[in-house]
């Protein structure tokens, strides 16, 4: 298959093409080069992109609904407003990535790597985030209802005002997340470690905390219902929500 004269296929050099509004759908570019590639609004449904470097790309507006991008680099890619629904991320780097106001509806990112990424106001409903390494991103009033997030690296994660309802995040690591107007209810996080985290003015009901480290936690003007804090392993140094100590 050819495109504007470039081979398009398997293991081809696409590094700095321009790839504007190409029409991608369901070809096999596994380990290709596309670094720096202008890739905006691409049709890429179903493409098979696995292995593929795409480092710094352009994928602006792109469709990558069902995409395969397993163990791709996408490290520094331009993916705003990008769809990604039922993505393939498995295994992805996407360190420094913007991913704003982009949908990933159930997309699988276990193991992925989006230290640094911007997701801010991102769809992330029903998205496989098991195992992540997600220090430092940034969800900022992103969709994450049902979410799972067992045993993510979320340290350091900015999570402002984030939906979490119905989250599965079971050991997962949010140690200095800020949390802040975040709202939670039915949100899983045992043996979770919360230590130093921001949880002031969020919106706590039916929060599962069974063995989670809250210790030096900001509760402060949290509303919470049908949530014990009790169960915690510890609340050393915390601030409860009525600004008292424990």
Not at 43 to 62: E, F, K, T
Not at 135 to 151: D, T, V
Not at 190 to 217: E, F, P, S
Not at 219 to 226: N, S, T
Request: glycine content about 8%; overall charge neutral; aromatic content about 6%.
């Amino acid at each position: 298959m050819k495109f504007k004269g470039y081979d398009i296929g398997p293991g081809v050099d696409l590094q700095q093409v321009n790839l504007f509004k190409a029409e991608l759908r369901n070809v096999d570019l596994s380990r290709a080069t596309l670094r720096e590639a202008d890739l905006t609004q691409a049709y890429l449904q179903w493409a098979v992109l696995n292995g593929c470097d795409l480092r710094g790309a352009i994928l602006r507006s792109a469709d990558l609904r069902g995409v395969d991008l397993q163990a791709a680099d996408l490290s520094g890619a331009e993916m705003f407003e990008a769809l990604l629904l039922r993505a393939n991320l498995k295994d992805a780097r996407l360190e420094e990535a913007n991913l704003v106001w982009a949908d990933l509806g159930n997309a699988d990112l276990s193991g992925a790597v989006l230290c640094g990424a911007n997701l801010s106001r991102t769809r992330l409903q029903n998205c496989n985030f098991s195992g992540a390494d997600l220090r430092e991103a940034s969800f900022y009033g992103s969709n994450m209802i049902q979410s799972n997030l067992k045993r993510a690296d979320l340290r350091g994660c900015d999570l402002r005002s984030a939906d979490l309802l119905w989250a599965d995040m079971p050991d997962a690591n949010l140690a200095g997340a800020d949390l802040r107007h975040a709202r939670l209810t039915g949100t899983k996080l045992r043996r979770a470690n919360l230590q130093g985290a921001n949880l002031a003015g969020a919106y706590m009901r039916g929060v599962k905390l069974l063995d989670a480290d809250l210790r030096q936690t900001n509760l402060e003007g949290a509303r919470i219902a049908e949530t014990r804090l009790r169960q915690a392993y510890r609340l050393d140094g915390a601030i409860l929500p009525d600004g008292g100590r424990p």
